[in-house]
């Protein structure tokens, strides 16, 4: 009898988010973001009212300083003598890599073994005395003053502006701040695993604070989608406008020619690009297909549900899972939630690990590169994931995608 209620329970929550999924709403559009209008009612751009103003570097400082401890209680003595450990992480790296494996197989595994490397360093890592020391916090807080500074020439609410075709590219400044910190970090700190550690987190400090803009955006970009112009309180006219600044946004710095062609056809260059990245989403999926054993429903232009080795999973049709693997990346798996984030927190701190190799810089770029492109554009696509499930009504969907985000600057909850 129990485990018939059991069974009925399960059944009622699986119910419930199935349903939440599919019953769509407006408002959660109009709670996260701003319509900014001027006096005569012509559209400026788009606020999201859950971007923080204010910042501190504390609450990056506290995420990985936990990181640390919980991973160091992993590393006993008994587990990486036994190779207990080094089993683990190879299986939470290299899981599903047999299958529409790409590149050579030899550099993938020294990638590997390189990371392995990278993370049993840390276990000797003395993280209290650290992240105590007086000179540590004076080098992270004097960082914070600069960067700080850059945030606010940025507005960082503002995530889309029309009327200025070149607003987010004037304003690439954060990366000042980190060149500033990185100096400055070199001339205080002698200690070598301090260094390391202060040099990690102020690189990483920049990068989050740079791809909350973005991450929000494929939110936005998800609403702009799957409601039409009038229940967000836009024209269509208007849609396009907040594509063309979405797709400005993300002009690298040095492409002045890019820039130029977002000037000379800015009521068309977001929506020309929105349904170029739809159509190579579509591409990515057919050419996979053949891995999956049931294709469901598309979520929205970049996610996809689908079976993969049994599991429900949702994939990501924009970015690979790896830069060794073609097939599109695991962006939320319903039978095993927390299969993502697990691989995102090891990954994220075999790159600090990875400052205590004693390789050359040439090998430490190179996996550098493969650790980043497990995570690195993936978590920053699933601002459109977080999007559904938010429009959706599924508080569990969105709780699961914040965890794997791993940015304590953003605050998503509405």
């Known amino acids: 009898m129990r485990t018939i209620s059991l069974l009925m329970a399960l059944l009622c929550l699986f119910t419930a988010s199935a349903q939440a999924d599919q019953t769509k709403s407006a408002s959660s559009f109009f709670k996260r973001f701003q319509v900014i209008r001027s006096a005569d009612g012509k559209l400026i751009g788009i606020r999201d009212r ?43 790296i290299s899981e599903g890599a047999v299958q529409d494996f790409s590149g050579n197989q030899t550099q993938y595994d020294q990638n590997v073994q390189t990371i392995v490397d990278s993370l049993k360093k840390l276990a000797v890592v003395n993280v209290d005395g650290i992240f105590s020391n007086a000179t540590f916090q004076d080098v992270v807080n004097q960082f914070q003053g600069k960067i700080t500074d850059a945030i606010l020439l940025l507005d960082p609410t503002m995530i889309a502006n029309v009327n200025d075709s070149t607003f987010f590219y004037k304003k690439n400044v954060t990366y000042k701040a980190v060149t500033w910190g990185l ?78 062609a977002a000037k000379n ?43 993969y080795n049994n599991e429900k999973v949702v994939v990501n049709l924009f970015n690979k899972e790896s830069m060794f693997q073609n097939r599109p990346a695991v962006a939320y798996n319903y039978d095993r939630p927390t299969q993502v984030v697990r691989k995102r927190i090891v990954l994220n701190l075999a790159q600090l690990g990875l400052s205590f190799v004693p390789v050359s810089a040439v090998i430490k770029d ?39 985000y791993l940015n304590p600057f953003d605050g998503l909850v509405l």
């Open 50 to 92: 859950t971007l923080p103003v204010k910042f501190s570097v504390a609450p990056y400082v506290k995420m990985i300083r936990s990181q640390l401890v919980n991973e160091q209680s992993f590393m006993s003595s008994e587990n990486l003598a036994s190779g207990q450990y080094e089993n683990e992480i190879r299986d939470v």
């Open 183 to 260: 100096d400055f970090a070199r001339k205080r700190l002698s200690s070598i695993p301090m260094l390391n550690t202060a040099s990690y987190v102020i690189v990483q400090v920049e990068r989050l604070i740079t791809e909350r803009r973005q991450f929000h955006q494929n939110m936005l970009l998800h609403y702009l989608e799957n409601f039409k112009e009038e229940e967000l309180g836009l024209t269509h006219d208007e849609v396009n406008l907040i594509w063309s600044s979405i797709y400005e946004s993300r002009i690298q710095w040095y492409a002045f020619w890019e820039s130029n």
């Open 265 to 307: 056809n800015w009521t068309k260059y977001g929506v020309n690009n929105f349904y170029l990245n739809f159509r190579m989403g579509s591409t990515n999926l057919k050419n996979a297909q053949s891995i999956y054993s049931e294709v469901s429903d598309r979520m929205n232009f970049a996610f996809q549900k689908v079976t």
């Open 366 to 404: 190179n996996v550098s590169l493969f650790i980043k492109s497990f995570y690195e554009q993936q978590k920053i696509t699933e601002g459109a994931l977080y999007g559904f499930f938010e429009s959706n009504g599924n508080s569990q969907g969105q709780t699961q995608v914040r965890a794997q």
